[in-house]
């Protein structure tokens, strides 16, 4: 999978993206990331990539034409056609559906505004898609766009070393993840349940879908609503219930 990203701080995603699982991804040829800064493309002395809104009010827009000759060298360095992501508050949520949609793809550019924002011809020609992290306004949409490559790298096949943990991980089937333990056994903190100790795999299971019902109903009860649960699945929901009310 290859990845541009756009953004004045090329620098900044290559950090992000160089440490555990996205960084061993990109050792392992997983994933190549490619860094386009629109100031390469700006005209003038000064490199002029931002300038006024029009309409007045207060802040800078990112200019239409240095973005569209960076994008268009983007588009120039590999045949393959890239998709193209617009990280903006005004964008659909990214949830794990979508990061799989996107994992899936043989090529993202992921375009990060600074100031107020990109001039709304430049996404209009070219965004194939606006994606927000969360309802917050940040600086600038490096960290969501080192949000999407994190998230997309763990996905491609032999990034992670256990393939199945992507599989178990939250919100793979929608639900919040179980909660996890390991040494020691007996801990001032409290003490490993002994179903996890067991050995007993269906026990096991049956335990970790339990939890992760149970702390999806208590903590993101928006991830169950519309959702029609399996009897099973219903049944332990009604028995973690149970057993956390007495
Ligand atoms: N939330 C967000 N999810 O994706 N991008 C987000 C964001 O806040 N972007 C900034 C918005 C103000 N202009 C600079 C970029």
Known sequence: MRIDVVSL?????????????????????????????????AE???????????????????LVEPLRR????MRRADPQPAHVVH????????????VR????????????????????RLVQAEVDEELSIGD??????????????????????????D???????SFEDGLLDCPHYSHPVEHPYGTVPEVL???????????RRQQALGRTWERRPDLLAGRDLSRQDAALLEAYLRGRDG
């Open 163 to 169: 393939a199945a943990s992507a599989a178990q991980d």
């Open 101 to 120: 949609e996107l994992a899936a793809r043989p090529r993202l550019a992921l375009l990060c505004g600074r100031y107020e924002g990109v001039d709304e």
């Open 87 to 98: 990280l903006s508050p005004q964008g659909r949520r990214l949830d794990q559906r979508k």
């Open 136 to 161: 917050y306004v940040l600086s600038g949409g490096e960290l969501a766009a080192a949000v999407v490559v994190d998230a997309v790298a763990r996905l491609q096949d032999g990034a992670l070393n």
């Open 44 to 62: 003038g002395n000064y490199r002029k990539v931002d300038d006024r809104t029009f309409g007045g009010g207060p802040g800078m827009v990112m």
């Open 9 to 41: 701080f090329p620098d900044f995603i290559e950090r992000c993206a160089g440490f555990g699982v996205t960084g061993r991804a990109r050792e392992r040829g997983l994933v190549s990331l490619h860094a386009w800064n629109p100031r390469d493309y």
């Open 197 to 207: 100790r067991s050995g007993n795999h269906a026990a096991i299971a049956r335990w």
């Open 70 to 73: 960076c994008l268009a060298a």
